[in-house]
């Protein structure tokens, strides 16, 4: 199932990622034809992501996180889901995400003359909605089921933590980690947008760092789930809603 929906969620994301990245693309020439390298690419993602799924649940289920609506969709186990399954990570999420829109319109935006919100903007508002699902299913298998359960582990190894879920300071400190792997990788498409100067990535990593660690909140708290749910509502409020506010 999280197989299906990562490859769904690289299939969503290409018509962004063809109109943001479209110039770039075509400024330089391709290995192969086009149709063949989407098909070579999507395989490329399945292998990937086969991989992150597997390691990733093997480890979850070691560090005490959990996919409690997947348990009881596929398994028809009785897992008690958290009070508010969906509306508190909606609301997370759209909060979150409202906070980072009014960082970057009051704080980064007038400061950074060359920040592509109007790039962004001209994409077609369907385009936009489509790539919020690669956000909440792939970046959330890659930073959260994988790399969160994976540091999480080697956390509590160095630690000796045996317990069966990860304490306070332990989830923290594997949390924050995360946080700034997820800021890094969103520094390769700012580069191919604008010029990277110190208050480009001072926005990159204060506005994404600030969320990734709510949606590794919300996973250690309510499953991986409620990060998913989060990071859709934010990239909502951030992709489809915040362009319109952010035109240059």
């Not at 063809?18 to 149709?35: E, N, R, Y």
């Not at 508010?84 to 007038?110: C, E, K």
């Not at 191919?192 to 709510?214: E, R």
Request: aromatic share 10%; with cysteine.
């Amino acid at each position: 199932m999280l197989l299906i929906a990562s490859v769904a969620g690289v299939a969503a994301i290409l018509p962004y990622v063809f109109a943001l990245f479209g110039k770039v693309i075509t400024a330089h020439p391709l290995p192969m034809p086009l149709p063949v390298l989407i098909v070579v690419q999507f395989m490329e993602n399945m292998l990937l992501f086969a991989g992150v799924i597997a390691l990733g649940l093997l480890l979850a289920r070691r560090v005490g996180i959990e996919t409690p609506v997947l348990q009881r969709w596929l398994y028809s186990e009785n897992t008690e889901l958290p009070k508010g399954a969906v509306r508190t990570p909606i609301l997370s999420g759209v909060v979150g995400g409202t906070v980072v829109l009014l960082a970057f319109y009051f704080l980064f935006s007038p400061r950074i003359p060359d920040w592509p919100a109007g790039v962004e903007a001209a994409v077609p508002v369907w385009k936009r909605f489509l790539a919020c699902f690669y956000g909440a299913i792939n970046e959330e298998l890659l930073a959260r089921l994988f790399s969160l359960s994976l540091i999480l582990w080697l956390v509590r190894m160095a630690a000796r933590n045996k317990s069966p879920r990860s304490s306070g300071p332990v989830f923290w400190i594997a949390n924050v980690i995360v946080a700034v792997l997820f800021s890094l990788g969103h520094v390769p498409a700012a580069k191919l947008l604008m010029h990277v100067t110190p208050m480009v990535i001072t926005a990159i990593f204060s506005t994404n760092g600030a969320v990734s660690l709510l949606f590794g909140y919300l996973c250690w708290k309510r499953g991986l789930e409620a990060a998913m749910l989060a990071h859709f509502s934010a990239d909502i409020v951030l992709h489809v809603i915040g362009p319109m506010f952010l035109r240059t």
